[in-house]
């Protein structure tokens, strides 16, 4: 049998993977696992922000649990929605414009957030009512964010992937 003729067959290339988050058919968009941690970091900044000012404003003045964590939830999602449209403003559109990039963008990941981080801190015994000056109340906080982020991350995975969430923000990054 003569060998000088056959050839190793060429290994099968795979398509090389997008992750520019450049938008596909059916307006889907490769979401990896980046890009969505980076999503959900962004989300977790601004709502950090509104939930500790909420927290330490009910837990300072006294307000029960269930008005300490809706003004920190309120908080959140004022404070969430308002680093979104900071970035967007930037890129020159108008307010009207950014509201609705920032409600597409943000309110999903920053509900799920909310509902997963205030649940912890509900659930931790003792958290809600150990004060500002306590370990307790500051661990549980990070806890919660902690745990909140890695409950959302996949959120917002699945969110960029059908061309939601920060997907619709692509277009006003320069």
């Known amino acids: 049998m003569d060998h000088s003729d056959h050839h190793p067959p060429e290994p099968t290339r795979l398509p090389e993977q997008d992750h520019s988050g450049a938008h596909h058919p059916a307006g889907s968009t490769v979401a990896t ?97 150990a004060g500002l000056t306590t370990w307790l109340f500051w661990l549980a906080l990070a806890g919660a964010f902690a745990v909140a982020f890695i409950v959302t991350t996949p959120v917002n995975k699945w969110l960029i992937s059908r061309g939601k969430g920060h997907a619709v923000m692509h277009q006003y990054h320069h």
């Open 33 to 129: 696992w980046g890009m969505a941690a980076q999503a959900t970091l962004h989300c977790l900044i601004g709502c950090a922000i509104g939930e500790v000012l909420g927290m330490v404003i009910g837990t300072a003045t006294g307000m029960s649990d269930l008005a300490t964590v809706a003004l920190a939830v309120a908080l959140a999602f004022v404070f969430g929605y308002a680093l979104t449209m900071r970035g967007v403003l930037r890129t020159g559109v108008d307010f009207r414009t950014a509201l609705k990039v920032a409600l597409a963008a943000d309110t999903l990941s920053i509900a799920v957030m909310e509902i997963v981080d205030n649940a912890v801190m509900l659930t931790v015994p003792g958290a809600m009512d």
